[in-house]
């Protein structure tokens, strides 16, 4: 038996021609924002108006930060600076002056033992006995 399996689950359908659903209500919501500017204002403030709220709901139906919706990238945003901080982590400094010294030693070399003869031998008998 075979069962056919959705591919591409994670791409939104196309509702109007290229757009998204998501898209043409970020799209609609500008323009009943510009019309409404529009019966309130004079030609030259609603241009301005029409151009900042063009490109602020253009910003939210297009443009996709970090892969994810630009309205997910804002509430993150100032959640983050709004949330109170928590270190996990944090340095304590006591007193950094009654910290003890660390000395070089004197020598930087090793020491060499003094073998004789008669020590080695012992060495290799018991090496080559294992």
């Not at 982590?89 to 950094?96: A, L």
Request: net charge positive; hydrophobic share 50%.
């Amino acid at each position: 038996m075979m069962f056919n399996v959705p591919q591409f689950i994670d791409i939104e359908d196309k509702i109007v021609g290229p757009l998204t659903a998501k898209q043409m209500g970020w799209l609609s919501l500008g323009g009943i924002a510009m019309l409404i500017f529009y019966l309130f204002l004079d030609s030259m403030p609603f241009i301005i108006c029409a151009i900042i709220i063009a490109a602020i709901f253009s910003g939210l139906a297009f443009y996709r930060p970090f892969n994810q919706p630009l309205i997910n990238f804002l509430i993150a945003s100032f959640g983050f600076f709004v949330r109170p901080k928590t270190y996990i982590w944090k340095r304590v400094y006591e007193d950094i002056h009654t910290a003890p010294k660390i000395t070089k030693k004197e020598s930087s070399s090793p020491r060499h033992k003094d073998l004789d003869q008669e020590k080695i031998e012992a060495i290799s008998k018991v090496l080559d006995a294992k």
